[in-house]
Structure formats: structure tokens, C-alpha cells
């Protein structure tokens, strides 16, 4: 391949040893929506100083539930956490699911498809397991790029909601849907 042209990252399980590189990443990522303005979604506190979501995370690993993406320098670039389950706040549906409960890239790595990889991913796991639905949800606030993202990739819009939370303004989000064929 020419050196010009980056390779697609590699999609593993994730260990437990990847949990300090994957809370690095998030922080990273929170560095940049708190420079953004962009504090709504997740806040502005780092992923790795709140222990719940690094037990959110721990958890994920734990259960075998989260995949990341590796860069061809060794570094994890994305994750995504894939379960037949949604988050309490999402309503259920009447037939088997995959769920990506969590899917987030470096900023390092903006413009290289790595959440593409990591979509490809999830499909090829709903094909492994035999499911024809893939649903996700997101955050909706902002400037909507993010369910301009969900949209570009395929996904078609369900429903939208919003997650009472105490001490903070509503999260507004979008419940996305994708069949596979």
C-alpha cells in the first residue's frame, strides 16, 4: 500500500490491559468537545475521573463486550461496545438486536474511517450472530452532527428521546435503526 495512504485499523477484543489507553482516548476526546464549547454531551470532567464510567467501561471489557480499533503504530484509535441489549432509556424492540452501546474514535485519527471500521465491525458481528437489526443511539444536542454521521453511515432515524439527569440539563438523543440484508 502507498504510504500515502493509511491503512485500516485493526479491530480486536478489547483486554483488560486496553482499559488505560481507551480512558486516555476519551479523555482526549473530552478535551476536545470542552475547546468546542461542546460540554452537553458527556460534561467536562474527564472519562478517567469519574469512576463510574470507568467502571462503565471496565465492565464492558469484563463481559467481552467492547472491540478497539489499532492503529499501524500499536495505538488504540476507537472502541465500540456491541451488546443484544439497549440502555434502560431506550425503548425495547420485538425482535433480536445488536446494539452498539458505546462507539467513539480519536481525534488523532479524524479523517482515516476508523468509525466506519468500527460500524463494519458491528455488522459483521450481527451477521456472525444471526440478527438482521442493528440499533445505536446518540446524542442529539449541538449542531446535530453527530445523527448527520449515524446518517451517512446508514442508519435511519427512529425515534428521539431524552434522559432525565439529575443536577444537569436532559440529554437529548436520537434512536437509530439499520437492517442488514
Known sequence: ??????????????????????????????????????????????????????????????????????GADGGIIGALSLSQAPGAYVPPTDEPELFINFLATSRRAKGRNVGGALLDEARAEARRRG??????????????????????????????????RAGAPDWPGMLFAMRLR
Do not use: N
Open 1 to 70: 500500500m502507498p504510504s500515502h495512504v493509511s491503512q485500516p485499523p485493526r479491530i480486536r477484543s478489547a483486554e483488560a490491559s486496553d482499559a488505560e489507553a481507551v480512558l486516555a482516548m476519551m479523555d482526549e476526546i473530552m478535551v476536545w468537545l470542552v475547546s468546542r464549547g461542546r460540554t452537553a454531551q458527556w460534561g467536562t470532567e474527564p472519562w478517567s475521573a469519574q469512576p463510574a464510567r470507568v467502571d462503565y467501561l471496565h465492565g464492558r471489557i469484563a463481559r467481552g463486550d467492547l472491540r478497539v480499533a489499532v
Open 131 to 164: 440478527l438482521a437489526l442493528i440499533r445505536v443511539d446518540c446524542f442529539a444536542g449541538d449542531d446535530g452532527r453527530l445523527k448527520q454521521w449515524y446518517a451517512s453511515q446508514g442508519f435511519e432515524e427512529v425515534a428521539p428521546f431524552t434522559v432525565p
